[in-house]
């Protein structure tokens, strides 16, 4: 991996600017997500590939306590995961996934909320820390999947 999958963060003002650096794109398989993926606090991404080869979103989450190795390995197998739309999903098709390192709790609400209002606009599920007036998110990201 020639950089590290870290979020950097920059504030300004009543503003913040977020960087997110993801992981390059892998394949859900159980044994990999164990070697490869850390036991840190961070956010996740989860694709499937539909019949035309075309990586679709589905999910965008967090872990904090179980670490991302844990996480990712429950959301990417059909047999664990308890989300009735997700299972199906996995059922059908192949997953991806991708993630970034992140330490702070109130951080990751904040970019859990961006992602929401960007692919959800209105969706007022998830909530950020309320501390900044205006966030501001950029992917970067090798495998040249950016989402927003």
């Known amino acids: ?3 590290k999958p870290v979020v950097k963060k920059e504030i300004r003002g009543r503003n913040v600017y977020f960087t997110v650096n993801w992981s390059r794109l892998k394949k859900g398989d159980k044994y990999d997500i164990v070697r490869s993926v850390p036991s840190d606090a961070g956010i996740f991404e989860l694709y ?3 019949r035309k080869k075309k990586l ?3 999910h965008v989450g967090k872990s904090w306590y179980g670490g991302l190795r844990n996480e990712i390995r429950l959301r990417t197998d059909a047999e664990l995961e308890n989300d009735k739309d ?3 999903l ?3 098709y192949d997953c991806w996934y991708r993630w970034s390192l992140i330490s702070s709790s109130d951080d990751m609400a904040d970019l859990l909320f ?3 209002q960007t692919y959800r606009p209105g969706d007022r599920a ?3 820390s309320g501390r900044y007036e205006r ?3 950029n992917e970067v990201d090798a495998d040249k999947i950016v989402t927003i």
Do not use: E, Q
């Open 1 to 3: 991996m020639d950089r």
């Open 48 to 50: 499937y590939m539909d």
């Open 56 to 58: 679709c979103l589905f």
């Open 86 to 88: 997700r299972k199906a």
């Open 90 to 92: 996995l059922d059908k």
């Open 114 to 116: 961006f992602f929401a």
């Open 126 to 128: 998830v909530h950020g």
């Open 135 to 137: 966030i501001f998110v």
